[in-house]
């Protein structure tokens, strides 16, 4: 082979005039890479010849803004060579490169020494930026094998080189940035207590750093750094980390959901369902039954559209949609009704307006943890009276958690069931319909939790009385830690229902349908389908919990990271083996919007119960960071009050309404002003695909006009008759040369 | 493993095969071992004699489990085999393997994917292409009259100087609207 390279080498050295002396070529083109591309190609018998893109700006801008790696355009002096030299196959390529490298060289030795060593600058950056893409690639791909085993059993799912739902895992564990230390002191000896209380996030939990309490007020001073100490105030810190961390988490997702928001707004003016079916085929598939089920689902999504293609214009009769009116109003109320019953259970079973009960709450817990006694449990002192006892007392501290999470298990089912019956005529609408249920009911659940914390650790819910006088402080130091180990018990038990689900609904239907071949002949039982806005559903809510914790467990970010991981694996061994394919499954831009939506949304509830509880509640005094303060923001503003006069002017001015009043105009003006611009946009689109149109027919015209010249004139004996096909052809170009477009570039239309 | 591999392709033939495609090292010689795995004896003498054009049949190669399964594998080996019968040599796999990569550019995927689905080599999609297509893609499953006006719709859809065919330009303008064909049209081993 090596033989054979040489032999080209040899004749592709010289420069580029040299092939059209020494080649019968066209004459239209004379790029330098493109003569040598054509001479590649009529080398290589049997290849295809390549269709020519024009070399116009958008087209080389799309393409270097897609590379992240192209290794062609490397030694090219032009950027047309880029653009055109990537249609080709690898040996093709080959002769290009060297052709490329030699007549580099030439043109280097001809350059200036300053030019020479700032070509060599931009080669070495080229390279760098390929070997940083590569060593990213490498090293940093999370769970690329995983998603690429999942992905050939049930086909493309997500786009796993920028994994979102991820990067907002993991940014939460950045962005952590108070100094973590391990975990404290109170070991208890009897390891039942200790797993008790790792579970409601007592006792010995109270200590460690995962919760507000153990924050000290102290403030570390350094003696290390130059001439004065500096001071860490630690108030300060966890005030200004939480909300950091916090205005982080919502400019990124603005920028996002932005970003997304453009795209598919494009995406819809635009939308070509037919094409984007048949023309994308998943090539992942490696087994025939998913094969199978893929084409299946093509036909489906085909035959759907040309069935709404036709219902446009069917409409239904009064009757049935009078009728259909009503089963939906049924159907809505009773959904609705369904949520506000579960939601009204778990109120009224927690929450209580009496100290009084909650004393017995603390009282019933607290017989819990001090009945575990120090020696081991012996079997036969357990009496079946204690055990009633101690389930109710368990029952009682985490009914609240077990409602939400079981109800969010529960009425995702209860939600399809329904609307199967609601007689849709799309799928599509089924289908979000179900899932904008699911939310809604996620949403409350949870809101109606925060709003249950915020009543009882208030002071209207007596918090001064309750939480620091008397014995019932053994339970919770300070109100915030009993938020904070409400929520994390939230967390640990609906990890808890949500691996039991797991079990029952996939693993065990996956088991019966493999084994018990009367279920799946008869009944046509089937293993359940792999549902994905579902679990972005599901990580909507945890996300949600974990935000609502953050400011008062702030290592509840590592715990969020390592339940996804846990997660993750469950449902990758569960996927791969008892799960099929989903039926459709929505890519588009626009999903991915409405899914950032959902999370914007989520963000926004939690910080009105972060803003209300900062605002509202006082510090309590015998834990936590904030102790001896009147307010949460105390610390904030002695700061800002010790600082200089400017900075206090400022800020007492940015918090009066009137600022805001004119920061609502400007932002109002802005969305007016771009809303006109995308509208005048459109028109403009709508404009140029006339304007192709027509130079496309008035091309047609002049063609017809030639050729009807040309038989007229063959008649006549004149000078014309002694073009050659070539000159007539290039008169045409000429003309054609101004017009841009899809008519430049088909030239076998002629 | 990684030893012997790269005892079997050179440094330097290693260097050239990472500058022409987008893979990295590691990526090659783990798709080299899968192109070994189609005919071990065969690809391992050839290689350790040098010969780094030893051709793997058409049938050799489709045992690869992503193609095997594919309604496509006949077209993507002729289009990716230098003499287009199907028979590939480690480059022409590679060649394969680079444009079915996540980091191959859109441009090329569908550069690519008109080469593939022009059954008929001529340069153009038209009616004929058209239909082949939608019967493999829905597995030969839809009445006629149900494909010959899927394939009017795409017609109205893509079309754009209304000739009946579907050129390279037209074909590439369409894909690159649409966000899942990037994603979808990709082989990893």
Redesign the interface.
Known sequence: ?DEAEDDEKTRLVGTPSSYSTSLSLEEDEVHTNQEAIRLAESD???I????E??PSES?SI??NA??????YG?FSPTKSGSGLA??L???Q??MI?NTQKQEFKRLESGMKKKDQVTSKCVVFVDHSLKRAN?IK??YFRIWGKSI?EIE?HLG?MV?H?SPKVETLYNKDDLKCTNPKFVNGTGFHHDALNSVLQLLTGTGWMENTAMFYGWYPTSNLTSSITGKEKTIYYFSLAYFTVGCSYFALSLLLMLANLSKLFK?SA??QM?S?P???V???????????E???LK??T??QS??E??DE?AQEHVKRELSTKIGIFFLRIFTNTICIAAMIGTVYLYVHEVLTDSTESRANLTDNCGKLVRKAPVEAIDLEDIDLEDIEEQMAAVWSTYSASIIVSGSNVIFPVFFQLVGNYEMYQFQSTRIGMTLFRMFIMKLFSVSTFLYILYKAAGPSGGNTEGWQTGENTLFYNCWEDYIAAQLYQLIMIDFIIFCTALLLSEVFRGFLVTRVAFLRDRIGLTKPEFNIPKEILDLVYKQMIFWSGFYFAPLLPVLAVIEIIVIFYLKKASALNNVIPPKTVV???QSTFTINGLFLISLLIVFVFIGLVIFNFQPSSRCGPFRGYERFTEPLSAVIEHSGAFKRYIVDNVKTTSVFIILLILVGLLIYYYRSLAASRNVTIELLREQ?RNE?AGKQVLLNMHQQGSKSREGKAGKNKFDSIEQKRKNLRRKDSRMHG??A??P??F | MGNSESALISEKQLE?Y?????F?R?EILHIYQSFENLNPDKVREAFMAGN??VKMDYQEVIQL??L?????KDRICRV?S???SGDMTF??Y??MLSV?S??A????KA?????I?DFN?D??IDRTD?DE??NR???F??KTE?VD??VD??LK??D????GTL??????D????????S??????V
Not at chain 2, 18 to 22: R, V
């Open positions: 082979m290589n018998v049997g295809v010849p390549v269709d893109e024009p087209n799309r393409n897609d590379i992240g790696g192209d290794s490397t990537k249609n196959t690898l040996h390529r080959r490169r590569e690639r490498t690429k050939g493309y786009d080189h795209k494009a995406e635009e070509k037919y094409s984007s048949v023309f994308t085929w998943d090539y992942n598939v490696n087994n025939t998913t094969s199978q084409s299946v093509v036909v085909l035959k559209e040309l293609d890519l588009n831009h192709v496309i899809f008519a570039a088909n076998e239309n | 050239i990472q500058l022409e495609t987008f990295t590691k780094y054009q489990a992503e095997k399964y594919s309604p496509f990716f230098e003499d287009q480059s022409d590679l060649d079915m996540m980091q550019p859109k441009d090329l550069a690519y994917a008109f080469k689905y080599d340069d153009e058209l297509l939608v893609v829905t597995g499953r839809m149900d006006g899927i719709e795409i859809e893509c754009m100087d209304e000739n050129t390279a330009a037209e074909f590439e369409i894909l690159h609207k649409s966000p899942e064909f994603a979808n049209f990709n082989i990893e």
